[in-house]
């Protein structure tokens, strides 16, 4: 990047000259993000589908079947009033998918803004914000979001602003970073001989060249969120029933621990398997997009 | 005649990569004999380090694979040694210095430690002896505060100092063989021929043979005694040095040595070879410098082969073959 | 930089992230719709003793000066009586922190012990089968609910092997050591009771394993980047022209120098681990801060809350400064640059 003579935006060079066969060969070459991809795009497919897939009303109650063992008439078993485990699960995909989208578009959007502004503007304004972020980050999260989550009142709305509320200053850091590189380039020292005005500067050279680090933040952070969101619901300060959410029906089934483990155990396998392809793919598009960005 | 130091015979290596294998060394013979200072000498990419890394065994493991040929060291292929041996042999009778003196020494560990490591592993000398045997290294060097340096860690010295550390550690074990990969390069111009000047004496007084790489023909011509031009993984032209760089008899030696700055005149333009390497992915079919050569003809379509033009003197190019013939 | 250089600078901040939790949990805390003072008064008490309870909190007072009373309060070691349990805040932390800080030191011990040579191993054979077995163990760690990976050892090492206890610190049938550190184990080895001490260690395995199974894949990952990082230094391929076998160029050359950048996540571990010990501690109703903030938080007991989060941060703000300090100590090139 110190090349002086750099004086056309990069991303559109970079562009259009993304090599799809590089792209193809690396992901080719990381069977990991290869799977996870795969595992991402399946659990998708079976969360918007899922009135296709279920097998039964995921809120339908059938009390002569309380408690069933896992068959063939209700694959992962039901729970202590009968609804089938599997439909739930699927139904309840769409819970912790929906938070995990919702959180790191906002905090993407609001971070990406306000950290590119932050950048941009410098000075005192700079200094301001980021120490407000410095703060935030310094707060332990788990507890600042289940405080914030409790004083908004239990619901998986608000624990998703909750988590998207501390998530913010992840993408304010990231967005300021990578725009105090790209001002010192040189194609944006050109843009400003030449009177640009500081929105132009941040559509046309800024924001575009934040969005693949903001990309790969945001997919590890939909599997974080997954996560945290159902640790939220486990606690009670997420979803509430009769909702299928898996952090509640992992809470629920607890008392059920022991004699019919099928309840607990399945929506937990839920959350570890959508987690870990969400990383995983995560993992590989940053190694690909920065590979000198080490796994932290 | 004694074995020679270092052989290598028909020696293939290509690195496996996303648009094709990288045939970086395509088929080199090399030798090196007792007390010989051999200059190997070629543009960046031309795989002069390749083939002295895989000589050695240093290249990483699974990045590159030896499609053919054979190395011996010391009379002994390498192919039959085992990891202990090699081991042995590294540091030991064969030894080995690098282009980059910054980042070559442990930054967390001070020269004392370093250089104890390599006597101790390699000699019966423990301890205090150890230590002076050490300390004797760095005087060889002219480090005049040898005593002082063990102490200190690497960022605390220059790059000149160093590199002298490291041909003092490399002469540690008394080695038949030194490989120095651009030893100086990264190095000041006056600090440069100093340390050349300790390296040439110190391999001169101990006996050592050295192959020594380097893609400055100016440092190349001061020091060795025979050399190997290398291109595209290749040797082109090899010969004793006054020979070769005399009578050059590949155009692409003659158009290094015309890139010499010191014979340029003052304020000609410097002479530079047009074009690049070519890529090894593809290897051209015939000569490999044929696209930068101002005497490229129909021949060299198919690919000539090192013959001899001279008592020792070998080129690899038709020009010389049509005048022989 | 110096070692007082080091110390001032990570007090300047402790302050400013003293100030900035009190002021975010205070916010925080009075966007409840709730009214403290009557939760505290109770469902039956007359509007005249909630309001004397108002007066005595001074919640009748606007809210910057509540917020100086409590900050005044922080400095001098008051954080307020727990509406929940009726007693000073700090007098509970007291009890519960030494039971969360035994866990969260046994979850390190245990993500360390196992994550390094992980780490390890996966660096020395990237892209090998062993490399793609440690990245998927430690992506799962990372990936693993905890508190639904809680639940699963207690059905497997309580329900079915019937090993271990599922939930406690030690057997309440055996006599509490003395308190001397607050650490069962220690104590109970200082007591000469061993016990207790098998006790206490058998009821800290699944929950340490729980929790430290998850830090186990951030230390792998860490130690796995950077060996990576040092295996590619020249001086790797310096130590291997020397003839240092491969078990030593990884052990004795690379390895201590990965361990300098890795001292800063394993002191973000342990600090993760603190908090991270919430969810935790109340699948194993381990007696902790964390089981204790989850009821508060449920109870909207927020003067508790608040206390746990400064003392979490205070915690944090420490551990940095040590990590600071004893990276000084090991790196000699941030040591001399004074």
New interface residues.
Partial sequence: MSDATVSVNPIKRALSRVDWGYLWYQVMKS??TLGGGAVVLTVLFLVIFAPVFATHDPNAIDLRARLAAPSWDHFFGTDEVGRDLYSRILYGGRQSVAVGFFVVLVAGFIGTFVGAFAGLIGGRVDVVIM??M???L???S???I???A????PSLINAAIAIALVRIPVYVRISRGQTLLIREMSFVTAAETFKASKLHILRWHILPNILSPVMVQATLDL??TI?LA??LS????GAQQPTAEW?AM??T??NY??DQ?WY??FP??A??IT??A???LG?GIRDILDPKQ??? | MADPVLKIDGLEVLFPGFSGDVHAVNGVDLDVQRGEIVGLVGESGSAKSVTAMTA?G?L?P?AFRQSAGTISILGRDVATMS??EM??????DV??I?Q?PQ??????KTIGKQML??IE??SDLRGMAARDRAIELLKDMRINDAEEILGR?P??LSGGMRQRI?IG?AFACSPKLLVADEPTTALDVTVQRQVLQLLHAKARQTGASVLFISHDLAVISQFCDRIYVMYAGRVVESGPAQKVLGNPQHPYTAALIEALPEDADPGAPLASIPGTVPNLVNPPKGCAFQARCRHAHAACDSRPVLTDVGSKHQAACWLREEISA | MSFLNVIRRRLM?LI??L???TV??FT??N???GDPARMIAGDRATPEIVQNIREDLGLDKPLPVQYLRYLEGVVQGDFGNSIRTRRPVLEDLRIFFPATLELALTALFFATALGIPLGVASAVWK?KPVD?FV??IA??G????????G??V??LF??NLGWLPSGGRIDPSLEMPTRVTGFLMIDSLLAGDLQAFGSALKHILLPAFTLGFVHLG?VA??V???ML?EL????I??????????FKVVFT?AL??AM?PSIT?LGLAL?DL???A??TE??FAWPGMGAY??NS??A?D?PA?MG??VV??LA??LINLAVDLIYMA????IR?VS
């Fill in positions: 069977p990991l120490r407000l410095d703060v935030v310094s707060v332990p788990l507890v600042l289940m405080a914030l409790a004083a908004l009142g599997g974080s996560l159902s640790a486990f606690i009670g300060l952090g992992v809470a089934g607890r621990i022991l483990w607990s155990a937990g396998f959350i570890l987690a870990t969400f990383n995983l993992d080490k796994a932290r | 050695l240093l990483p699974g990891e202990r081991n042995k042999l590294r540091g030991g030894a080995m690098f980059e980042t070559a020494l442990n930054p967390t490591r390599v592993l390699h860690y960022f605390e490291l550690m | 901040f400013l992230v100030f900035g939790v975010i949990t925080i805390s966007l409840i719709p892209d793609h990245r998927v992506v799962t990372i990936s693993t609910p905890a508190f639904w990976l639940l699963l207690i059905l309580y329900g951030v990952r860490q796995r980047a950077a990082e590619q230094q020249d001086y391929r310096t130590a291997k022209a020397n003839g240092l076998s491969r050359e201590p120098n300098i996540v600090g603190l908090y991270g919430v969810l109340t699948v903030v989850v938080i449920q909207l927020f809350v746990f989060t979490v941060s944090y703000v090991v790196d000699p090139r001399e």
